[in-house]
């Protein structure tokens, strides 16, 4: 084997592993903001305080929109990774083909696959619904909040 055959090989070694981290670290990501989103969820569930819930709730809105950036980013890195491995293997020849295949593969064997990332996308972009309609109850209930004061002062005024 050439020398450079072995660099590449070694070069597509070393990207694969960093494919790999970066699926690891998407999924660990991933999974905090939902333990955040949840832990935000469960405490304005048992706040009765108003401006406490509209805290809680922009704090929301703030988490997940970063939420939704963090899958985009992690999403245009594993194809960074995935597109210089493809190269790789192109330079190498038909000895390696693992990812230059992988697309259709999966198609095979499970059909039109919809990826991970666009349901990540759709998950965090429901938090951030979420957290506006909650936002909009609770201002709701501030509303109604006054009206009673103000009916009450009407009324003993």
């Known amino acids: 084997m050439n020398e450079s055959k072995k660099m590449s090989l070694e070069l597509y070694r070393v990207i694969n592993q960093k494919l790999g981290e970066e699926v690891h670290e998407t999924y660990l990501i991933n999974s905090t903001y939902l333990v955040v989103n949840a832990g935000l969820l469960a405490f304005i569930s048992q706040s009765n305080e108003i401006l406490l819930s509209f805290i809680i709730c922009a704090m929301g809105i703030v988490v997940s929109s970063f939420w939704y950036k963090s899958v ?3 999403k245009a890195w594993r194809d960074y990774w995935f597109d210089i491995a493809k190269r790789i293997e192109k330079r190498l020849g038909s ?35 979420c957290w506006g309609i909650v936002s909009f109850l609770f201002s709701l209930r501030f509303l109604c909040s006054i009206c009673k004061i103000v009916h009450f002062l009407e009324m003993h005024h």
């Open 95 to 129: 000895s390696v083909t693992i990812l230059r295949n992988a697309d259709s593969d999966m198609e095979k064997m499970w059909g039109k696959r919809t990826g991970i990332v666009t349901y990540l996308k759709v998950l965090s972009i429901l938090f951030i619904i």
């Open 72 to 74: 985009k980013r992690a």
